[in-house]
């Protein structure tokens, strides 16, 4: 039996590694939120429903027996967001416009960039504008999940994007400026979005509203969210809960180029969305 246990396979290898990976990342979906007291309070209650059973407390058993046969279809109510996150996760990682398959197959990367350039333009001079004037915007471009949700919230919009435009929706005095305004390719959706904010507790507390829902979003949705501060002119980008502080145009360009895979110039008409291939 000692040589069976001191025999280790390279399948046992990849196996730990496997596992390992899996649980970082799990970890990395959970990290600063409340998910990981809810994780100890049922362990504890697990093992406290073990120590009545193996004790003979058999009332004392059973009400524990019941609470943790509940919670366990409970958990799937409590970690819905975090569940779907994961989904999420994974799906973004696998899919072959921009995921792991989209970096083996590496030619449709390339498809595309040129144009890219030109559709970027505007969103670009209109960060760098509202920098320059401290103009509070949070922009959001949808990447692989439908938006229609975050659409249905604000206004719609449906008009070829221009920097004149952005900043127009965006200046304080406009009655659209509250709230996200939500892009596909060359295409300004839907204005005043209201969007869902993070509940994560290890942000630093400086970040506004605006940050925090860039981060809340992109938890959710797979979408990556761009950020001017109104309070510091700071640009930044969020993508997958994780955000980027006090970017420059440039990096801003070359983020937006490198995970915006097909962002080609429109050939639709005014007034109706684009078509993402």
Known sequence: MLNNILQIRFVDVIDVILVAIFAYQIYRLVRGTNVLRIFWALLVLVLAWQVAKLSGMRLTGAILGSVVNVGLIALVVIFQPEIRKFLLFIGTKTQLDGGLLGRIAFWRRDAGKADSRSTLDPYIHACMHMSAAKTGALIIFRRQNEVEELVATGER??????????????????????????????TVL?????????????????????????????????????????????????????????VSPTQLRQYLEANLIE???STDKPGKPAKTA
Do not use: W
């Open 157 to 186: 919009i449906d008009a070829r994007v221009s920097a004149p435009l952005l900043e127009t929706l965006f200046f304080k005095n406009s009655p659209l400026h509250d709230g996200a305004v939500i892009v596909q390719g060359s």
């Open 263 to 265: 962002m080609k110039p």
């Open 190 to 246: 839907a204005a005043r979005c209201i969007l869902p904010v993070t509940s994560r507790t290890d942000i630093d507390p400086s970040l506004g509203l605006r940050h925090r829902s860039a981060i809340g979003v992109t938890e959710q949705l797979d979408v990556i969210a761009v950020v001017v501060s109104e309070e510091t002119g700071a640009i930044s980008y969020a993508a997958g809960g994780e955000i980027s502080h006090g």
